[in-house]
């Protein structure tokens, strides 16, 4: 379970989180909705031990992501792209990552496999469209089988197809017992996935709960989104 | 996650970097390139008698005259070995860049660090042990029956571990100043040109003598011969070489310490 408490991140003088709290269950999928710059990835790169909250915790399985042992066995993530370096081969990048966690080499052609980059894994990784980058970032999230995802937009890049698989792969999943969380600006594509959602705007936590709870009253999720992000307001006053 | 692993998935993780491949060819071509350049100049002095005209005549010299080229080498590799993480993916695959992808994998971050000190000297020291004996055989293949006299193989032997020395805690301060200024060119631009071009330390050295105590300047007599080093009063081969190894050290703390403070 990824649980994080009171979080609070201030860079200089500006408030990026302000008493972000949220919950993801094993066996759920959890959808972390929220315009951009509302702060959703300063609140996963927290989770992940990449920067550091100002106040708050974020815990994984009640520990510090910092604190565990071979952390990819245990969450497997993906932030901005694949963050594999452009000159290197994706099959290359794989291998290092298994090798700090000590995860089997085998593993590395199962996940070029499953993420269907099986006769690209020896391409550059510079050359790779966005969607592939997409595809490789999740092949080294599922490199070490964690029991969870934390994802940051991934389904940006991907087409159609692109996306339907990776609803798959993340219902799968979540039946299978994991816990994930995605983060997205995307409402249809969260609406079609996730068990519960959070959503967040400037900054705070605006509403979570399973998404039936949080668009009772309102005829589609982007209604409900609009009305409580606000963001409808601030477009029309644009 | 160990530091072993740390450090065998860094060395796989530069030894795949084409830039890394590109730094140890630079060294170890580079090298006997000028150990060759100058061993025809002493093979010819020899023949035409002329002994004048070089400022030395021993096989061995050449390669030592040659090994500050090396060093060019080491700092690529230092360089690039922290660079590369901050590099950024092509906008094709997405954004990002590949420190996100290393402190998710091993999130101490003195491991990341120490992991990476480790392959980049390893990987000059692999570098050395086939650039400078390479370099040597091709300097007594050039000069051959002309040379004067046996060398002092012993004497030779410790050079070469001190142009190794020098090669490798290069790389760590181009790697120290790597993690702070996060972003590779500069610090390659500035390190090289240090080092080849227009000496800034040796500049220094007509200011202060306490320019003797900078780092590419004290440990020169690891290598090079008293009377070949342009610098008056250089430090002593072991003086220096602490001089130059208390340089990494300070420098690669300061930058586990701000690795350790900065958000990734």
Known sequence: MLSIEHLVKRRGSRVVLSDVSLRAEPGRVTGFLGPNGAGKSSTLRILLGLDRATAGTALI?????????????????????????????????LAWVACSNGIPRRRVDAVLE?????????TRVGRYSLGMGQRLGLAAALLGEPEALVLDEPVNGLDPEGIRWIRGLLRGHADAGGTVLLSSHLMHEVAEVADDLVV????????AGPIGAVTAG??????????LTGADAAGAAR | MSLPRAVAAELRKTATLPAASAAFALGVLGTVAITLINAFGVRDALESGRTDTVAFTSAAETVFSAAP??????????????GSEYTTTSDGAGGGRQVTATLTAVPRRAAVLAAKAIAVVLLVGAMVAVALPVSLASAHAVIGEAAPGA????????RMLGAGLYWALTALIALAVTVLSRNGVIPLIVLIVNGSLVSV???LTRVTPLARFLPDLAGMRLFARADLIAVED??????????MAAWAVGLLAVAAAVLLRRDA
């Open chain 2, 151 to 158: 060398e002092d193989a012993v004497g030779v032997a410790s």
């Open chain 1, 218 to 227: 309102y005829p589609t999720l982007e209604d409900a989104f609009f009305e």
């Open chain 2, 69 to 82: 080229l090396g060093t060019v080498g080491a700092v690529v590799l230092g360089v690039v070995a922290f």
């Open chain 2, 201 to 203: 330390s040796f500049l």
């Open chain 1, 200 to 207: 967040i705007a400037g900054g705070r936590v605006v509403t």
């Open chain 2, 234 to 243: 250089a430090l002593p081969p072991v003086t220096g070489g602490l001089v």
């Open chain 1, 61 to 93: 399985n009640g520990r510090p992501y910092r604190s565990l042992r071979d952390p990819l066995r245990t969450v497997g993530s993906m932030l901005d792209g694949s963050g594999a370096h452009r000159s290197r081969r994706a099959r290359d990048h």
């Open chain 1, 114 to 122: 499953q993420v269907g980059l099986a006769g690209q894994g020896r």
